[in-house]
């Protein structure tokens, strides 16, 4: 993108609806889409993926129809808009798809985002919705749950500002189950491998009792039992991990030896569907059209 694009969303008085404007941007004036109305009755459902908006493929459109039919709050798992995160890429490849669901999605941004200096298509697409501007985590709840989004492409060290964030939210939270998201896992049985740089983030959490880590990055899905932030076994108090990198980006081929702990490994696109309640989850990875895998199954919270 050049200099004298701009691009903000706004919430329409009345409606909810978020509507696009660019201008300047690969000769395109603007770009609104349909907004679709979910059915009812989502209140403590989560729907997730990352991975998506690639313009050379059809996964996106075909997840984006799936959500279409699907209750919840949707919890996008970083990158977003291929392949640099930047205002082209938003309004081109991501808002004609899943940008038709943007008043009910919940972002953290990916290492593709950062293609674009300081993520700043990805704030400005966003904006409050995406936390505030250049740090990008947030925490909210559904279905008496704490959600907490998570930024794996900026600092996560012990003394970093985003884990001292995490800390305190982790020390003030009064509800008994934890989710957490970001982008990058620390787990993966992927081409991408393990990601030990996020351990800080799953080890606070970890001590503070959370249940449940969302990630993408690997173009796959997996899911891991309950486990510690060495990758031990911990059936008791571990938290138990999935990769959602399935929203519409090119899938990996294959994968490796699995990891240990890996319970469950996919290549297709679709989104992970996670029911909250108020001792237990269920969760529930839907394909999109044309799809065959699928995984469920539930636990209960530490």
Same mark, same amino acid.
């Given at each position: 993108?050049?200099?004298?694009?701009?691009? !903000?969303?706004?919430?329409?008085?009345?409606?909810?609806?978020?509507?696009?404007?660019?201008?300047?941007?690969?000769?395109?004036?603007?770009?609104?889409? #349909?907004?679709?109305?979910?059915?009812? $009755?989502?209140?403590?459902?989560?729907?997730?993926?990352?991975?998506?908006?690639?313009?050379?493929?059809?996964?996106?459109?075909?997840?984006?129809?799936?959500?279409?039919?699907?209750?919840?709050?949707?919890?996008?798992?970083?990158?977003?808009?291929?392949?640099?995160?930047? =205002?082209?890429?938003?309004?081109?490849?991501?808002?004609?798809?899943?940008?038709?669901?943007?008043? =009910?999605?919940?972002?953290?941004?990916?290492?593709?985002?950062?293609?674009?200096?300081?993520?700043?298509?990805?704030?400005?697409?966003?904006?409050?919705?995406? $936390?505030?501007? *250049?740090?990008?985590?947030?925490?909210?709840? !559904?279905?008496?749950?704490?959600?907490?989004?998570?930024?794996?492409?900026?600092?996560?060290?012990?003394?970093?500002?985003?884990?001292?964030?995490?800390?305190?939210?982790?020390?003030?939270?009064?509800? =008994?189950?934890?989710?957490?998201?970001?982008?990058?896992?620390?787990?993966?049985?992927?081409?991408?491998?393990?990601? #030990?740089?996020?351990?800080?983030?799953? !080890?606070?959490?970890?001590?503070?009792?959370?249940?449940?880590?969302?990630?993408?990055?690997?173009?796959?899905?997996?899911?891991?039992?309950?486990?510690?932030?060495? *990758?031990?076994?911990?059936?008791?108090?571990?938290?138990?991990?999935?990769?959602?990198?399935?929203? $519409?980006?090119?899938?990996?081929?294959?994968?490796?030896?699995?990891?240990?702990?890996?319970?469950?490994? $996919?290549?297709?696109?679709?989104?992970?569907?996670?029911?909250?309640?108020?001792?237990?989850?269920?969760?529930?990875?839907?394909?999109?059209?044309?799809?065959?895998?699928?995984?469920?199954?539930?636990?209960?919270?530490?």
């Amino acid at each position: 993108m050049q200099g004298g694009t701009h691009l !903000r969303s706004l919430a329409a008085l009345g409606g909810g609806l978020l509507l696009l404007l660019a201008a300047g941007c690969s000769g395109t004036e603007s770009h609104t889409g #349909p907004t679709i109305i979910p059915p009812p $009755g989502g209140d403590n459902v989560l729907l997730a993926a990352g991975d998506i908006g690639d313009c050379t493929l059809p996964g996106a459109e075909r997840t984006a129809q799936l959500l279409d039919g699907l209750a919840g709050t949707i919890l996008v798992l970083g990158d977003i808009a291929y392949p640099r995160g930047s =205002r082209a890429n938003f309004i081109e490849c991501y808002h004609p798809h899943w940008g038709r669901h943007l008043n =009910r999605t919940m972002p953290v941004p990916g290492n593709h985002e950062y293609e674009t200096p300081g993520a700043e298509a990805y704030f400005d697409y966003f904006g409050d919705t995406a $936390g505030f501007p *250049g740090g990008g985590y947030y925490s909210f709840s !559904r279905g008496g749950w704490q959600i907490i989004a998570l930024n794996s492409e900026l600092p996560m060290a012990e003394g970093s500002a985003q884990f001292a964030w995490l800390r305190g939210q982790l020390i003030s939270s009064v509800g =008994r189950c934890t989710l957490a998201y970001w982008h990058r896992p620390l787990f993966s049985s992927g081409p991408n491998g393990n990601n #030990p740089d996020v351990r800080p983030l799953f !080890r606070a959490l970890y001590d503070a009792g959370a249940d449940l880590v969302l990630t993408g990055h690997e173009h796959s899905y997996e899911r891991f039992a309950r486990q510690d932030p060495e *990758g031990r076994a911990d059936p008791a108090r571990g938290i138990r991990q999935f990769v959602v990198g399935t929203g $519409g980006a090119r899938l990996s081929p294959a994968f490796g030896p699995g990891r240990p702990n890996s319970e469950a490994r $996919g290549s297709e696109w679709g989104v992970l569907k996670v029911t909250l309640g108020g001792e237990g989850y269920e969760w529930e990875f839907m394909p999109a059209a044309g799809g065959a895998f699928r995984d469920a199954g539930s636990g209960q919270c530490r």
